[in-house]
């Protein structure tokens, strides 16, 4: 929310208040789910310019700038991203159908076992709990459309 998480500073660019990285209320964890991770692949992190949008976050920006415009032969192509825009209608409603309630379930446990606020004696009911909402099945779809794209590069 513009003037509370987040200002434009004197280049337009958007920047974390102290709201977000210096108050003692807000856990680091809020923090780095609101700045940083994708939350149906937890550890995962995103390209987003915001995730450096704190005092000395423009290393890390500028090393992403700095690598992207090194020249680069072709001599490798990376496998594109595959997202659920790759799924056909059925795979998509089927995701649709249980990523929100997975997501939620993520980013209100996971960051607890990070900071230490849920004992890792609970972590493998965490996981049985992603199981019995269907997270395999989710695993099970981008495994599909992972697989169709390994055959497409024979």
Known sequence: MEGVTFEYDENGKPTQTEFLYANEHVPIM???LYATFNTITDPGMQYIEGQYAYPGGEKGLYALEFW???PYDGAYEWPRTLGTDDFDTS????????????????????PQFVDNSKPLSEWDA??????????NDVIALYQKYYDAYLESQV
């Open 126 to 135: 965490y996981v049985q709990a992603l199981k019995d909402m269907g997270i």
């Open 91 to 110: 795979d998509r409603d089927a995701y649709n159908n249980l990523a929100a309630d997975i997501l939620t379930y993520i980013s209100e446990n996971y």
């Open 30 to 32: 809020i923090f780095l």
């Open 68 to 70: 992207a415009g090194v």
